[in-house]
T-cell receptor, first 113, second 113 residues
Framework: KAGVTQTPRYLIKTRGQQVTLSCSPISGHRSVSWYQQTPGQGLQFLFEYFSETQRNKGNFPGRFSGRQFSNSRSEMNVSTLELGDSALYLC????????????FGPGTRLLVL | QQQVKQSPQSLIVQKGGISIINCAYENTAFDYFPWYQQFPGKGPALLIAIRPDVSEKKEGRFTISFNKSAKQFSLHIMDSQPGDSATYFCAASYSNSGYALNFGKGTSLLVTP
């Protein structure tokens, strides 16, 4: 099976702009989670989508949002970008149900200038 | 609030030696403890995982030791190789949270020839 894919891989934006990142999970997986990775804060959970519904949310401001489509693909949106949003954004795919293993994509590197 | 504490932050081991990374947690609801390996420019990859009803799990050169009463778990890499040089993250999650991963801050491992 193909792994988790994320697009784009790199992105440069300026403060105040918004950005949309995309994630395609492993075929058959119904759960998609998003994580932010920064040198200072490490890996932090943003939110999880399962069958098009947000099931769990981390401690991030409302500027961070997401959605999941019927084919399980997911998008994450960040509005009114701040310098501190510069990070590697990782998507993780999980089969769902009682399957706990999460498989990560390569990430999208976002730089906010 | 860091729910999983990881040490050391960095580690240098000679080829053939044993690498040991330790993690501690507070939330007794956690019921799944994975370790991830991350190379530069890549997403984290699952290495090995354990549930709290098991005190030890071994896969090849990698062993997790789990101490439920102390709320600690550790990763041992036997016969460490230069190719093991990477950043290692411990994590903890529980089913009621959709297995949202709470990560440690990571350990940068360097295995010297």
């Amino acid at each position: 099976k193909a792994g988790v894919t994320q697009t784009p891989r790199y992105l440069i934006k300026t403060r105040g702009q918004q950005v949309t990142l995309s994630c395609s999970p492993i075929s058959g997986h119904r759960s998609v989670s998003w994580y932010q990775q920064t040198p200072g804060q490490g890996l932090q959970f943003l939110f999880e989508y399962f069958s098009e519904t947000q099931r769990n949310k981390g401690n991030f401001p409302g500027r961070f949002s997401g959605r999941q489509f019927s084919n399980s693909r997911s998008e994450m949106n960040v509005s009114t970008l701040e310098l501190g949003d510069s990070a590697l954004y990782l998507c993780a795919s999980r089969a769902g149900g009682g399957q706990e293993t999460q498989y990560f994509g390569p990430g999208t590197r976002l730089l906010v200038l | 609030q860091q729910q999983v504490k990881q040490s050391p932050q960095s580690l240098i081991v000679q080829k053939g030696g044993i690498s040991i990374i330790n993690c501690a947690y507070e939330n007794t609801a956690f019921d799944y403890f994975p370790w991830y390996q991350q190379f530069p420019g890549k997403g984290p990859a699952l290495l090995i995982a354990i549930r709290p009803d098991v005190s030890e799990k071994k896969e090849g050169r990698f062993t997790i030791s789990f101490n439920k009463s102390a709320k600690q778990f550790s990763l041992h890499i036997m016969d460490s190789q230069p190719g093991d040089s990477a950043t290692y993250f411990c994590a903890a999650s529980y089913s009621n949270s959709g297995y949202a991963l709470n990560f440690g801050k990571g350990t940068s491992l360097l295995v010297t020839p």
